[in-house]
T-cell receptor, first 114, second 111 residues
Framework: GAVVSQHPSRVICKSGTSVKIECRSL??????MFWYRQFPKQSLMLMAT?????????EQGVEKDKFLINHASLTLSTLTVTSAHPEDSSFYIC??????????FGQGTRLTVV | GQQLNQSPQSMFIQEGEDVSMNCTSS?????WLWYKQDPGEGPVLLIA?????ELTSNGRLTAQFGITRKDSFLNISASIPSDVGIYFC???????????FGTGTRLTIIP
């Protein structure tokens, strides 16, 4: 399958700071990337959908000013958690699709806000 | 957001047993996907289904796209220790449409 790389895999930050997570498609062009959040023992919840070169579409209840998404190229999307608070601690996962009706996932990023 | 109904929620089986899990939806999907997630990792694609009625195998795994397009099942035959993990179904309307995930089935192999 296609390779999607997510970085960093783990990050600890202080409350009030911002954290950027990168998602790269290594061997295909990702016209669409998705960002998910996953709480312990729960399923993946979609946060937003981003298409290359356009603004992201956020799911209901997701603050777009807090979770900034940029999809500037066909191989890179970033999620920035701004002014992070402990309740933002979670497992964030990206996925990428190149129009093949199948999405491939990154390894996930464990964010801990202290 | 919307989630698919996936059952069972958890399974405790012995090595060598067969496993079956399924997903149902109130909406029609054009694509059904099955993923496996290990702790601390992202989901890994197991099987993709694109047509109603389609039956697809990947080694010991077999999955079917329900004829109504509102359900899918995954079977694992002769389970082995590395099958332990959480299995998720996901439905899509096709293309670059977003995925709707099932609630997950946690598979545990008891010695």
């Amino acid at each position: 399958g296609a390779v999607v790389s997510q970085h960093p895999s783990r990050v600890i930050c202080k409350s009030g700071t911002s954290v950027k997570i990168e998602c790269r498609s290594l061997d295909f062009q990702a016209t669409t990337m998705f960002w998910y959040r996953q709480f312990p023992k729960q399923s993946l919840m979609l946060m937003a959908t981003s298409n290359e070169g356009s603004k992201a579409t956020y799911e209901q209840g997701v603050e777009k000013d807090k979770f900034l998404i940029n999809h500037a190229s066909l191989t890179l999307s970033t999620l920035t958690v701004t002014s992070a608070h402990p309740e933002d601690s979670s497992f964030y996962i990206c996925s990428a699709s190149g129009g093949s009706r199948v999405a491939f996932f990154g390894q996930g990023t464990r964010l801990t806000v202290v | 957001g919307q989630q698919l109904n996936q059952s069972p929620q958890s399974m405790f089986i012995q090595e060598g047993e067969d496993v079956s899990m399924n997903c149902t939806s109130s909406s029609i999907f054009n694509t059904w996907l099955w993923y496996k997630q290990d702790p601390g990792e992202g989901p890994v694609l197991l099987i993709a289904l694109y047509k109603a009625g389609e039956l697809t195998s990947n080694g010991r795994l077999t999955a079917q796209f329900g004829i109504t397009r509102k359900d899918s099942f995954l079977n694992i035959s002769a389970s082995i220790p590395s099958d332990v993990g959480i299995y998720f179904c996901a439905g899509s309307s096709g293309g670059n449409e977003k995925l709707t995930f099932g609630t997950g089935t946690r598979l545990t192999i008891i010695p």
